[in-house]
């Protein structure tokens, strides 16, 4: 997905909730899009806070997309970062080398999931999978560098 159709995207859902477009949300939005892995609040402040937007407008605005699901928080990352999310359930290859985050659609993870659940008499209502590790690109580059 193009960025741009991210940033659309993500204006039609905060419009769809009510949520006022305003100039700060909005560089808030497009910072995130721009990142297009993970990354934390105090990242975009830093990034935001030389152009007038404050700390705490950043971290309402990232709680606010967190909450609405256009923002996903990584579990699996210990500094509380986040990621720009599809609509489609999805889960996420982490890069540790790069801080990419690729979304994946997989068939077999989710009957998967709900065969475990099934087996152990479970009824499941959500489920979270974060697959952490190296991208190929940050592969070959570890191999490259030897
Ligand atoms: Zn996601
Ligand atoms: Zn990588
Ligand atoms: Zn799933």
């Not at 909730?17 to 939005?29: F, I, K, L, N, P």
């Not at 007038?52 to 605005?61: D, L, M, P, S, W």
């Not at 659609?105 to 998967?112: I, N, P, R």
Request: hydrophobic content about 40%; glycine content about 8%.
């Amino acid at each position: 997905m193009a960025i741009d159709d991210t940033d659309l995207r993500i204006r039609d859902q905060l419009s769809e909730h009510g949520v006022r477009d305003t100039a700060q949300r909005r560089a808030v939005v497009d910072e995130a899009v721009r990142r297009r892995g993970r990354f934390t609040a105090n990242d975009i402040v830093a990034e935001l806070a030389p152009h007038g937007v404050g700390r705490a407008t950043v971290f309402r605005t990232v709680d606010l997309l967190a909450e609405l699901g256009i923002l996903a928080r990584l579990h699996s990352d210990s500094h509380h970062a986040y990621t720009v999310c599809g609509t489609e359930h999805h889960h996420h290859l982490i890069c540790e080398g790069c801080d990419t985050v690729e979304e994946i659609v997989s068939d077999s993870a989710e009957k998967l999931v709900t065969r475990i659940a099934e087996d152990a008499g479970f009824q499941p209502r959500e489920h979270l999978l974060e697959i952490v590790g190296l991208c190929r690109a940050c592969q070959a580059a570890a191999q490259g560098g030897r």
